[in-house]
């Protein structure tokens, strides 16, 4: 069985920079996974940011960006806003057809 | 604009069914995969299922493998998800995704993989 990890939590300060990042319980997320991010915020449908590691969905502003960094997938967020406050939850293609979310990291701006 | 609706949710007992639904606009329905998502209260997310543009092929997860069933009417621009034998942990929000790979003539892009455009969900309580 597949399992994703994710950070807990994580804060940060309003304009800085933050990285989210997205492992496997055993191995090492690579480009065939196709890493995608979501946001979610309480009582809200999720949001794609990112998908296939790097492309960013329509009207994401392009201080959301997606990596490999490592053995894990990443998300980095710059200029940090009050609204970016929100659950972000990874996404791993394990095909065929199949995905795994991770268990999402809360995001705090403060 | 691209928009994806819900319905059919509601209250079943443990061990019924239901039938969700899920009617799409703003783009070819035909030309794209769908997925079913699905979110129990204060929980993350769990992929649930796939279904290929063409509805040729169905994936799914292991937890609900055997008793859910996705299909899709093209002619309709609508998904569903087919409930049985329904038990408490399948107590969630249910969202329908649009897959991100344009398919046509038998074939799709595969250089992409991933989901884009999300429902607002629809609740199902098990309970008795």
């Known amino acids: 069985q597949t399992v994703v990890t994710q950070e807990p939590s994580f804060s940060v300060s309003p304009g800085g920079t933050v990285t989210l990042t997205c492992g496997l319980s055993?191995?090492?997320?690579?480009?065939?996974?196709?890493p995608s991010w979501y946001q979610q915020t309480p009582g809200q449908a999720p949001r794609t940011l990112i998908y296939s590691t790097h492309i960013r969905s329509s009207g994401v502003p392009d201080r959301f960006s997606g990596s490999i960094l490592g053995n894990k997938a990443a998300l980095t967020i710059t200029g940090a806003q009050a609204d970016d406050q929100s659950v972000y939850y990874c996404g791993l293609y394990v095909g065929p057809g199949s995905w795994v979310f991770g268990g999402g990291t809360n995001l705090t701006v403060l | 604009q691209v928009q994806l609706v819900e319905s059919g949710g509601g209250v079943v007992q443990p061990g019924g069914s239901v039938r969700l639904s899920c009617e799409v606009s703003g783009f070819t329905f035909r030309n794209y995969g769908m997925h079913w998502v699905r979110q129990a209260p204060g929980k993350g997310l769990e992929w649930v299922a796939l279904i290929r543009f063409d509805g040729s092929n169905e994936y799914y997860a292991d937890s609900v493998k055997g008793r859910f069933t996705i299909s899709r009417d093209n002619s309709k621009n609508t998904l569903y998800l087919q409930l049985n034998t329904l038990r408490p942990d399948d107590t969630a929000v249910y969202y329908c995704?649009?897959?991100?790979?344009?398919?046509?003539?038998?074939?799709?892009?595969?250089?992409?993989?991933?989901?884009?455009?999300w429902g607002q969900g629809t609740t199902v309580t098990v309970s008795s």
């Open positions: 995704a649009k897959d991100v790979q344009y398919c046509s003539g038998g074939s799709c892009n595969t250089y992409y993989y991933g989901m884009d455009v």
């Open positions: 055993s191995g090492s997320v690579s480009p065939p996974y196709y």
